[in-house]
């Protein structure tokens, strides 16, 4: 079975701080997708990035970075100098290779929130 | 430019209602999806098209149904025989239904219980 857990359900940190936010995923497949995507308080959800499972490179764009570590089935999130348009609920997900995405398997989300 | 229209974006439902939340989108992508967000539980999965006139229900589909007569519209309507209908949701597309491309997604209605 395919399960995607997310441990924090909500996170707070003051601005400028560095977080984490930790994806562990559960598959019996050797290939597969990993996402993320971000919801800001308007509801709409945003991707970030995608990842496939036979590439472990870890991935940097601008203030987020991704570490994805497949002997461990994580794919953590990293947002460093963290700044206030940062406060949102944040998705991993997790689809098989050449699967129907009508198998994409949410987590239940991590809620951060940056203080000013 | 090119998204996901959902409308209302606040919606009331009186009891024994049939309600429709409408879905739109101009981006030509073959799949669409409907899923409902609660609270602490993140998306599950209502119902996908993966090409008109055709669809599947997902995990969750009891008390709710969908149409896709045309490729722009997925539309979905919360039935009397949903119980609990109280919640975000969240309509999204894709180029296909089985690509690895990521999902696209409108910012979603809210429906509650009057």
């Known amino acids: 079975a395919q399960k995607v857990t997310q441990a924090q359900t909500e996170i707070s940190v003051v601005e400028k701080e560095d977080v984490t936010l930790d994806c562990v995923y559960e598959?019996?497949?050797?290939?597969?997708?990993l996402f993320w995507y971000k919801q800001p308080p308007s509801g709409e959800l945003v991707f970030l990035i995608r990842?496939?499972?036979?590439?472990?490179q870890n991935e940097i764009s601008g203030r987020y970075s991704w570490n994805f570590q497949k002997s461990t089935s994580s794919f953590n999130f990293t947002i460093t100098a963290s700044q206030v348009v940062d406060s949102a609920v944040y998705f991993c997900a997790l689809m098989n290779y050449g699967g129907s995405q009508g198998n994409l398997i949410f987590g239940k989300g991590t809620k951060l929130s940056v203080k000013p | 430019d090119g998204g996901i229209t959902q409308s209302p974006k606040y919606l009331f439902r009186k009891e024994g209602q049939n309600v429709t939340l409408s879905c739109e989108q101009n981006l030509n992508h073959d799949a669409m999806y409907w899923y409902r967000q609660d609270p602490g539980q993140g998306l599950r999965l209502i119902y996908y098209?993966?090409?008109?006139?055709?669809?599947q229900k997902g995990d969750i589909a009891e008390g709710y149904s969908v149409s896709r007569e045309k490729k722009e519209s997925f539309p979905l309507t919360v039935t009397s025989a949903q119980k609990n209908p109280t919640a975000f949701y969240l309509c999204?597309?894709?180029?296909?239904?089985?690509?690895?491309?990521?999902?696209?997604f409108g910012d979603g209605t809210r429906l509650s219980i009057l």
């Open positions: 990842r496939n499972s036979f590439d472990e």
């Open positions: 098209s993966q090409i008109v006139n055709d669809f």
């Open positions: 999204a597309s894709s180029p296909t239904g089985w690509s690895n491309q990521p999902q696209h």
């Open positions: 598959t019996r497949d050797t290939t597969y997708y």
